[in-house]
């Protein structure tokens, strides 16, 4: 084989299981579509100022992002945990993201905050703090939320 058939090879090769790996990753929050709304919190570095300032800025909201069926993803590097307020035990144990999954983020500024709605799109995304107030009033303009809200009220 010559030189250039086993490059073309190898690209192939890699090219196919980047796609492999990202198709995986969209399937793994593709399980909470419809369920719940996900925070995606990502940092390069947990010593950030805006990252520990956004952590601080959710804390003490259990009751209402619970509410809000919202799940927070924290992603630092090539690490994340997800904190799922419906659950008792609500903060899972650090885990390496994949490399394909990682690449998907924005590396370029400090923080990057994505807020994705039931339907699964992106509802919100920022590289600044995101208030509670802000967070809570965009997800409560959603129409899934207002209807979530209408259906409570009846009930």
Known sequence: MTIIKKLVIQVSILVIGLIASINLNAQNLD???W???LLIIQSNDK????YTNQIK????SAYELKERKLIVFEVIGDQYRIINFSKNNNI???KTTDKAFHKLLNKKDDVNIILIGLDGGIKLEKNELLTKQELFNTIDAMPMRRAELRRKKRN
């Open 47 to 50: 010593n950030t100022t805006l």
């Open 35 to 37: 369920e719940n709304r």
């Open 92 to 94: 899972d144990k650090w």
């Open 57 to 60: 800025e959710l804390s003490n």
């Open 31 to 33: 399980q909470y579509r």
